[in-house]
T-cell receptor
Framework: GAGVSQTPSNKVTEKGKYVELRCDPISGHTALYWYRQSLGQGPEFLIYFQGTGAADDSGLPNDRFFAVRPEGSVSTLKIQRTERGDSAVYLC???????????FGAGSRLTVL | RKEVEQDPGPFNVPEGATVAFNCTYSNSASQSFFWYRQDCRKEPKLLMSVYSSGNEDGRFTAQLNRASQYISLLIRDSKLSDSATYLCVVNAMDTGRRALTFGSGTRLQVQP
C-alpha cells in the first residue's frame, strides 16, 4: 500500500480481555517495528521484525505481549489479559532495506477500562 | 537516566520568532540522529536527519555535537503551522538493535 495501515484505529476493551492489533506495512519494506506511546511520552520500542522473524523483542514489557509476522508482511500484536496500564497508542512503523528512516502508521488507540 | 532527554516545554513563541531545542543522548556509540515531528493525535513523521557537519532544510537547521552528546534543532521565522511536538531520535548500533530510541518530545506553540 501507499502507507502503513493499522487497524483498528480505536479499541476499547475491558480489563482481562484479549486484544489483537494489526499492521500492514508499506509494500516492499522488510523491517517492521511496533512502538507504544503513552500520553506526554515519546514512542517506546516494543519489537522489531526483519522479514518473518522477530530480530529484537527486548521491548515487550512482559509475556502478555506477543507479536507475529508469519509471511513477512502483515504483523499482529497480541495482548493477553489486558490491564488498564496497557492503555496507549500502539504505533507500527516500517522501513526499507538498510535505511534508518521509519514511516509510521496512524496508530491503534487502545483503552482498557 | 533516559537514553534520550529533551525539555518537554511548552515553548510559546510569536510568529516570526527563532526558537531552538536541544536534546542529549547517553549512548556514546550512537550513530544516527533525527528529528521527527508529531502533530496532536497524529503519528510521528521524519522532519530531518542530523549529520555530523550540521545540515539545513529551509527554515530548519540541525546540529550534532558528538563530544557533548547533544543535538539541536533551530527553527527560524516560526509559522503557526510549526506548532507541534518535536521528537529527538537516536539509533545506537552497538546494541545490535535497528530500532530508533525516541525522546519524550518538546512541544512548540507558535502564537499569532
Amino acid at each position: 500500500g501507499a502507507g502503513v495501515s493499522q487497524t483498528p484505529s480505536n479499541k476499547v476493551t475491558e480489563k482481562g480481555k484479549y486484544v489483537e492489533l494489526r499492521c500492514d506495512p508499506i509494500s516492499g519494506h522488510t523491517a517492521l517495528y511496533w512502538y507504544r506511546q503513552s500520553l506526554g511520552q515519546g514512542p517506546e520500542f516494543l519489537i522489531y521484525f526483519q522479514g518473518t522473524g522477530a530480530a529484537d523483542d527486548s521491548g515487550l514489557p512482559n509475556d502478555r505481549f506477543f507479536a507475529v509476522r508469519p509471511e513477512g508482511s502483515v504483523s499482529t500484536l497480541k495482548i493477553q489479559r489486558t490491564e488498564r496500564g496497557d492503555s496507549a497508542v500502539y504505533l507500527c512503523a516500517s522501513r526499507v532495506g538498510g535505511a534508518n528512516v521509519l514511516t509510521f502508521g496512524a496508530g491503534s488507540r487502545l483503552t482498557v477500562l | 537516566r533516559k537514553e534520550v532527554e529533551q525539555d518537554p516545554g511548552p515553548f510559546n513563541v510569536p510568529e516570526g520568532a527563532t526558537v531552538a531545542f536541544n536534546c542529549t543522548y547517553s549512548n556514546s556509540a550512537s550513530q544516527s540522529f533525527f528529528w521527527y515531528r508529531q502533530d496532536c493525535r497524529k503519528e510521528p513523521k521524519l522532519l530531518m536527519s542530523v549529520y555530523s557537519s550540521g545540515n539545513e532544510d529551509g527554515r530548519f537547521t540541525a546540529q550534532l555535537n558528538r563530544a557533548s552528546q547533544y543535538i539541536s534543532l533551530l527553527i527560524r521565522d516560526s509559522k503557526l503551522s510549526d506548532s507541534a511536538t518535536y521528537l529527538c531520535v537516536v539509533n545506537a548500533m552497538d546494541t545490535g538493535r535497528r530500532a530508533l530510541t525516541f525522546g519524550s518530545g518538546t512541544r512548540l506553540q507558535v502564537q499569532p
